[in-house]
């Protein structure tokens, strides 16, 4: 039998979303309706139907347990197709026409900094996923997220290139049409160089580039100690095939956006021995990632899951916790409630909400063996 398309697997999850009620409770009671904006299909499917997952598996837990404030979660998902302007659509569309009262996703910064706007506007909070661009936040006071920030991210990768990889000079290969890569890239050089180190290149492609060899010969020239791509991981794996085709054996890493199963589907051996900086490690001892571990395997048949589901199960949690204190689904009183969120005890470690909107927690580093993503160190802020 053939494996599910992620377009199809993530219709199959919004319809045991939308239907996983109690008949007579979903027919007596007003259902509370959340909306999700994700790339369900496209170049950045793996993003958008991990984080689905991720929120499917906390809706359907909420809804097992009494829902929210004794009401049923209806989610309602918008397929953005990983396209520019997709975002701001889906937005518009779930806000007015399906009434939603908070909005998840989605993943990339992009996508988040086109819709952020709309639910500003609208007064709908809007909790971002993995999108660690720190703009996205600013964007408005219903803006939140439940992943850490570029700068953060940025200084963390920057401190384990020099202190654990011993690395003195470096090069940096950067989307420049993805917000995400160009601030990442702008936080590492800045932290890197005050730390002592060299940043002997800086090479630049575009999202849906496939050939890096021009770029990575320039680099090689260089005779770098490392390279960080911090694109996604549809480039990253391209890169990290053609840097070792071209004998480029310095290590390679990149942040949270190289995180997806196609990492290694795509660059196999090549990707052996890369670093990414990412949100959580199922290999974490943390009873609370344990328990997670087991709820995700049950529910997806054995997976596995990674950083951007756990981020989504503890976005529609967070969510959850909010309105339960809130008291309440109106839009006002869950961004108030959303706000002073402390010491909230998510799977992806205890998250702050700070001043500006963002999560405070830990980051976790893992490194690619034997085609599997094994933890590293875990550093907090």
């Keep these: ?36 904006y994700a790339a369900l299909t496209g170049k950045e499917a793996s993003f958008g139907v991990a984080a689905h997952q991720g929120i499917v598996l906390a809706v359907e837990e909420l809804n097992a347990t009494g829902g929210i404030l004794g009401r049923p979660v209806e989610f309602i998902v918008e397929d953005i197709q990983s396209k520019s302007g997709e975002s701001s659509t889906a937005v518009k569309k779930m806000i007015s026409r399906d009434k939603v009262v908070a909005i998840l996703g989605g993943n990339a910064s992009a996508n988040c900094l086109e819709a952020a706007p709309f639910c500003q506007a609208a007064r709908v909070p809007m909790i971002a996923i993995s999108a660690t661009n720190p703009r996205v936040t600013e964007m408005g006071n ?6 850490f920030i570029d700068p953060f991210q940025g200084a963390v990768l920057a401190k384990f290139a020099r202190d654990s990889l011993h690395v003195k000079r470096l090069a940096l290969l950067t989307s420049v049409s993805a917000p995400y890569s160009v601030g990442l890239s702008k936080v590492i050089r800045e932290r890197f160089v005050a730390a002592g180190g060299e940043i002997v290149a800086e090479q630049k492609y ?17 005779h770098p100690d490392a390279i960080a791509a911090t694109g996604y991981y549809t480039e990253a794996a391209l890169i990290c095939l053609q ?14 956006g190289w995180e997806a199963p196609q990492l290694v589907e795509l660059g196999g051996k090549a990707i052996e021995g890369t670093y990414y900086s990412t949100h959580f490690s199922a290999e974490s001892p943390a009873p609370e990632v344990r328990a997670f571990n087991r709820k995700f395997a049950a529910r997806y048949e054995g997976q596995v899951p990674d950083g951007v589901a756990a981020l989504g199960y503890d976005a529609m949690m967070l969510l959850a916790d909010a309105m339960r204190r809130a008291g309440t689904t109106d839009g006002a009183k869950v961004r108030d409630a959303l706000a002073t969120t402390k010491d909230f005890p998510g799977v992806t470690g205890r998250m702050t909400i700070d001043a500006h909107r963002n999560a405070s927690k830990a980051v976790s580093i893992v490194t690619i063996k034997d085609g599997r993503a094994r933890f590293v160190s875990s550093v907090l802020p």
């Design 206 to 222: 575009n999202e849906g580039d496939k050939d890096f060899r021009a770029q990575l010969t320039a680099i090689k020239a260089l």
């Design 1 to 36: 039998m053939r494996s599910p398309t992620p377009a199809q697997l993530a219709r199959s999850l919004t319809r045991c979303a939308l239907f996983f009620l109690p008949l007579a409770w979903a027919a007596a009671v007003e259902p509370i309706k959340v909306g999700q």
């Design 243 to 256: 840097a070792r085709a071209l004998g480029l054996e310095v290590p390679l890493f990149g942040g949270d």
């Design 142 to 147: 219903y803006i939140f997220r439940t992943c």
